[in-house]
């Protein structure tokens, strides 16, 4: 694998979802396996910051219409 610059990493799906995402905005070519977590840990900020993004989403002004 080092032959063709391919290296492997086992992170946490926390940590292995940050790192694709920040590899991904450097335009790299990446792949990732992920194997879900048994449990999640919502916060009170996660639900709110979902719901205005969902809103958001969602919203359109009268210029993206026509």
Do not use: W
């Not at 086992?10 to 879900?36: H, Y």
């Not at 900020?45 to 009268?62: A, G, I, P």
């Amino acid at each position: 694998m080092a032959k063709y610059h391919i290296s492997i990493e086992i992170l946490s799906t926390e940590q292995a979802c940050a790192t694709f995402n920040f590899l991904n905005a450097e335009r790299r070519c990446i792949a990732g396996a992920l194997i879900p977590p048994m449990t999640l840990r919502v916060t009170e900020d996660d639900v709110v910051l979902s719901k205005q993004r969902h809103k958001r989403l969602y919203e359109t002004s009268d210029d993206e219409i026509y």
